[in-house]
T-cell receptor, first 116, second 112 residues
Framework: DSGVTQTPKHLITATGQRVTLRCSPR?????VYWYQQSLDQGLQFLIQ???????AKGNILERFSAQQFPDLHSELNLSSLELGDSALYFC???????????????FGEGSRLTVL | EDQVTQSPEALRLQEGESSSLNCSYT??????LFWYRQDPGKGPEFLFT???AGEEKEKERLKATLTKKESFLHITAPKPEDSATYLC?????????????FGSGTQLTVLP
């Protein structure tokens, strides 16, 4: 158990809809990272928050947004969903503001999104 | 462009048959090379970090090594429970911070 909690574990929805994925980081960790994993794209970095502030952006679509709350949990909002958004969405946490050689990321078990 | 490339994509071994997985990288100013294990439907689990060429780390039947251009994950006398996807990753600059960029992984199957 990594200590990172993600909900829901599974989500099935229709095209055009909006969903929210939630992540609670490990106790004491200030950074939350969101990754998307699909069969053809591998694990792709989306966005990072550190202590409530956006720290870095990766390949995140404009239809997607995220935030980190004062209690450090984070939510990833996906809107105007398309079939291609079906994927596993992982949250990871660490204590640092950026990846260090001694600061590995701890991943949750993911939220599997299916868009029909 | 900073890249992390893994080979082979898939590897099937008999129990006890040792082998190696490769991770080659083109990352300027490398600051660590990470190995993760991912079981089906689960999140990646951290295995090792290697920081400098020549460094080696071991954990049970796994040993990771690092050169200036690539890293190897050696699996000695594997067991079926070692079956998983093994991912390597390197920190790549993304705006004001470094982010872990992952390779596409090697799916290892160990047959009893």
């Amino acid at each position: 158990d990594s200590g990172v909690t993600q909900t829901p574990k599974h989500l099935i929805t229709a095209t055009g809809q909006r969903v929210t994925l939630r992540c609670s980081p490990r106790s004491g960790d200030l950074s939350v990272y969101w990754y998307q994993q699909s069969l053809d794209q591998g694990l792709q970095f989306l966005i990072q928050y550190y202590n409530g502030e956006e720290r870095a952006k990766g390949n995140i679509l404009e239809r997607f947004s995220a935030q980190q709350f004062p209690d450090l949990h984070s939510e990833l909002n996906l809107s105007s969903l398309e079939l291609g958004d079906s994927a596993l969405y992982f949250c990871a946490s660490s204590m640092y503001g950026e990846v260090k050689n001694t600061g590995e990321l701890f991943f949750g078990e993911g939220s599997r999104l299916t868009v029909l | 462009e900073d890249q992390v490339t893994q080979s082979p994509e898939a590897l099937r071994l008999q129990e006890g048959e040792s082998s190696s997985l490769n991770c080659s990288y083109t990352v300027s100013g490398l600051r660590g090379l990470f190995w993760y294990r991912q079981d089906p439907g689960k999140g990646p689990e951290f295995l090792f970090t290697l920081y400098s060429a020549g460094e080696e780390k071991e954990k049970e039947r796994l040993k990771a090594t690092l050169t200036k251009k690539e890293s190897f994950l050696h699996i000695t006398a594997p067991k079926p429970e070692d079956s998983a996807t093994y991912l390597c990753a390197a920190p790549v600059s993304s705006g004001s911070a470094r982010q872990l960029t992952f390779g596409s992984g090697t799916q290892l199957t160990v047959l009893p």
